[in-house]
């Protein structure tokens, strides 16, 4: 995380959401959405920008292709994972993509296509949930409950570490917003808002 400008912290849910949205109404051009689910993003992108969506799962990609529809946006949404992005070499200005990295089956893969897809300088915005400090509660009961959401929530990982993902990657780190959403008792699972650029 190097090449981090910005690192900030706050707290709760609502706090999180309103920094993921303000990050997605950023977004200008040319957006590839990956792992788009059911298009929970329409409603916070800018009207005027061109939306191209992925989604891999076949019963999310036809309920995408009609909200896509209803706000405007006519481009079928890609049937393909984000490991292997069916689009050119600097292709598109910005990347989306919101409780997808968790998700993923590779995620220095989807991150090395996010770069190849993406103009020099083109913007990134993810969101996600992230693993806690290890040692914590917190982190015990997320490696808990790891193989059921593993099975049974679309290969989610709760002990994803994407912020040093992002890092690691091709892409440069612009800023970081962390944020503790409490659970059960004291225990909180932290998301983080991540704002990054293609070279
Ligand atoms: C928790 S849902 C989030 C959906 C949406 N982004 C949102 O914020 O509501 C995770 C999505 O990632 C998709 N997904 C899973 N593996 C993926 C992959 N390898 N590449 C792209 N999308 C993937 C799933 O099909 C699902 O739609």
């Not at 006519?74 to 490991?83: F, M, N, Q, R, S």
């Amino acid at each position: 995380m190097s090449a981090a400008q910005g690192v900030s912290a706050g707290g709760g849910w609502g706090a999180y959401v309103a920094a993921r949205d303000a990050a997605v109404r950023e977004l200008r051009g040319r957006v590839l959405e990956i792992g788009a689910g059911y298009g929970a993003n329409f409603a916070q992108l800018r009207a005027d920008v061109q939306w191209w969506g992925l989604e891999p799962s076949p019963r999310r990609r036809g309920a995408l292709e009609a909200a896509a529809r209803r706000h405007g946006h006519d481009t079928p949404p890609l049937a393909a994972p984000a490991e292997d992005i069916p689009i050119a070499d600097a292709s598109v200005d910005a990347v989306l993509g919101t409780t997808v990295l968790c998700s993923v089956r590779d995620q220095a893969r989807v991150l090395d296509e996010v770069a190849r897809v993406l103009v020099p300088g083109g913007r990134v915005v993810l969101a996600d949930h992230v693993a806690a400090r290890p040692g914590t509660g917190s982190y015990r009961l997320q490696r808990m409950v790891r193989p059921w959401s593993r099975l049974l929530d679309h290969g989610c990982d709760p002990l994803r570490d994407t912020e040093r993902a992002v890092g690691a990657s091709p892409l440069l780190v612009d800023s970081v917003e962390r944020f503790e959403i409490p659970v059960i008792a004291r225990l909180r699972v932290p998301f983080v808002v991540i704002r990054a650029y293609s070279r």
